[in-house]
Nanobody, 120 residues
């Protein structure tokens, strides 16, 4: 099967930076789109950023100019560099990936989530 494992969450001060990583492993033929979502307490999960296999990117308006998504296809890993963090960025961050397996099935997988807390 396939697993997505996130890392990099934690406590950061307002104005600080943090880099999240998400590595996919398992029965992977190729990975199409990858993305980061977040969910704050009492709110719905929202898209933060996404990246295609050709590295075309898309960002939520709230993070444009502050966050950068990238990927390393050789490592099946997607990153989210977060700069100028604000308290309203506090949330559980989830990665996802659209993965084509060796049976030619395209399946969306989710990571377990990593908490990012922005507070002084």
């Amino acid at each position: 099967q396939v697993q997505l494992v996130e890392s990099g969450g934690g406590l950061v001060q307002p104005g600080g930076s943090r880099r999240l990583s998400c590595a996919a492993s398992g029965s992977i033929f190729t990975i199409r789109n990858m993305g980061w979502y977040r969910q704050a307490p009492g709110k719905q999960r929202e898209l933060v950023a996404s990246i295609t296999s050709a590295s075309s990117t898309n960002y939520a308006d709230s993070v444009k100019g502050r966050f950068t998504i990238s990927r390393d296809n050789a490592k099946n890993t997607v990153y989210l560099q977060m700069n100028s963090l604000k308290p309203e960025d506090t949330a559980v961050y989830y990665c996802n990936a659209d993965i084509l397996n060796f049976s030619n099935l395209l399946v969306t997988y989710w990571g377990q989530g990593t908490q990012v807390t922005v507070s002084s």
